[in-house]
């Protein structure tokens, strides 16, 4: 039996049914509070998708914590009358809640699951995609289970979203900006005119793509600045990616001094042709060598042929290497670059 003045009625409940209650509600709520406090911490020092999944246990706690709390003050500690409907009504809208964030958080953990593939680059546009289109579909899910839940409930959301189609034009004109940039990256992903890794020229610029999102394009400059630029933007440059072609053009001009005589210019052409042909890395059937033109200073001796390679710095020490040997040929033909 308990005590006499514990069996006090006030406002309709007896005083250790409000104590229960007050426990109830306290422990209900304090449990999933410090459990979310301690996966945000954990999470923080893990990577996808094991964050995100671990995201998901705090609502689904409070899930169970909110059931548990229903049934206790309704079949347990006996709470009754108006009390009762106001405390469940506030409990079933925070449920509902969590079963919308529930939704949401998933989404992000089956996007997540699919770019850790090794298929996908995780700062990829197709990583970028796929996160937005999981969000956007769980945003959705949830946010339709949130408001069904609730006009179950019994609050009426039809005030709330009529106020919202007003507001909707406002926030679509401020939008406008964001929207140009999604389309954009949508544009991207579907020209695919640059990948994650690869080196490109735009604009006035040129460096390597660290990432690319559905609302701008991180690239890493040749200063070693990361720039970030707006798809919108991105994606009206000319765009040459030099990643993906299948080799390299060299093209040199070779200036030489007035007093180069005949026939030292014909014993320079055939050993500048004899040394490219016979470069390993060369195309062979797209040499030319050939004494092009009377300038001011000089007699201008051009070097055009493909190098063949996809890599910059490779072809950089072809180019270095070819040019070492002109400067050798020069001198073995007993004539001299121009000066000035």
Not at 88 to 103: A, D, P, Q, S
Request: proline share 3%.
């Amino acid at each position: 039996m308990l005590p006499s003045w514990l069996d006090v009625v006030y406002w309709g409940q007896t005083l250790w049914q409000w104590i229960g209650l007050v426990i109830s509600l306290s422990i209900g709520f304090l449990v999933p509070y410090k459990m979310f406090q301690w996966i945000w911490r954990r999470a923080s020092t893990l990577a996808p998708p094991r964050q995100t999944w671990e995201l998901l246990i705090p609502p689904l706690i409070t899930i169970v914590s909110l059931v548990a709390i229903a049934y206790l003050l309704n079949e347990v500690i006996n709470i009754t009358g108006n009390i009762l409907l106001v405390i469940l009504t506030f409990l079933e809208v925070i449920l509902w809640m969590m079963v919308g964030l529930t939704i949401f958080l998933f989404g992000n953990g089956v996007a997540e699951t699919i770019i850790i593939s090794p298929q996908i680059d995780s700062k990829s546009l197709n990583a970028s995609t796929i996160r937005t289109i999981c969000r956007l579909l769980s945003l959705i899910t949830g946010t339709a289970i949130l408001i069904i839940g609730i006009e179950n409930v019994g609050i009426s959301l039809t005030p709330i979203i009529a106020g919202l189609g007003i507001g909707g034009l406002a926030i679509a004109l401020g939008a406008q900006s964001s929207l140009e940039k999604f389309v954009a990256g949508l544009i991207l992903l579907i020209d695919r005119p640059v990948k994650v890794g690869e080196y490109c020229r735009f604009g006035e610029g040129e460096g390597t793509v660290m990432s690319i999102g559905l609302r701008s394009t991180r690239i890493l400059s040749v200063e070693g600045d990361i720039i970030s630029i707006p798809n919108s933007q991105f994606s009206q440059f000319s765009l040459l990616n030099e990643s993906r072609r299948a080799s390299f053009l060299l093209n040199q001009t070779i200036r030489l001094s007035y007093d180069t005589t005949s026939e030292q210019m014909k014993f320079l052409l055939a050993k500048l042709r004899e040394m490219i042909l016979a470069h390993p890395k060369v195309v062979k059937q797209e040499v030319e060598v050939r004494f092009v033109k009377y300038s001011d200073n000089s007699l201008d001796v051009e070097i055009s042929a493909y190098v063949d390679t996809v890599e910059k710095d490779e072809f950089k020490e072809i180019q270095e290497d070819v040019l070492l040997q002109v400067k050798d040929i020069v001198h073995a033909a007993g004539t001299n670059f121009a000066v000035g």
